[in-house]
């Protein structure tokens, strides 16, 4: 199943962080605006999105634009290598 991935950003004293980590099920991903990614099972999903809070918990940000970037580039790579 394909999943359009969201997150929140916030503004913190250190930069900006990306936390709450979600996936939507969806038939028509935005590869444009959004980062999209397939996983073959609710197990994996549930893995994965506690992976990505995991790794970006303490990772701070100078703006939106990194960060969007960043979390794609993770999730774009992780789906390489699955």
């Known amino acids: 199943m394909i999943y359009q991935l969201g997150w929140t950003t916030l503004p913190g004293l250190r930069g900006l962080s990306c936390s709450g980590f979600r996936a939507t099920p969806t038939k028509t991903p935005d590869h444009q605006g959004g980062v999209a990614v397939e996983f073959p099972g609710d197990h994996e ?3 994965f ?3 990505i ?3 970006f918990a ?3 940000f100078t703006n ?3 960060a969007f ?3 794609k580039a993770y999730v774009l790579g ?3 290598s699955h």
């Open 49 to 51: 999105l506690r992976q």
């Open 53 to 55: 809070e995991e790794h």
């Open 58 to 60: 303490a990772r701070r």
């Open 78 to 80: 992780h789906a390489a």
């Open 64 to 66: 939106t634009a990194e």
């Open 45 to 47: 999903r549930d893995a």
């Open 69 to 71: 970037d960043t979390v």
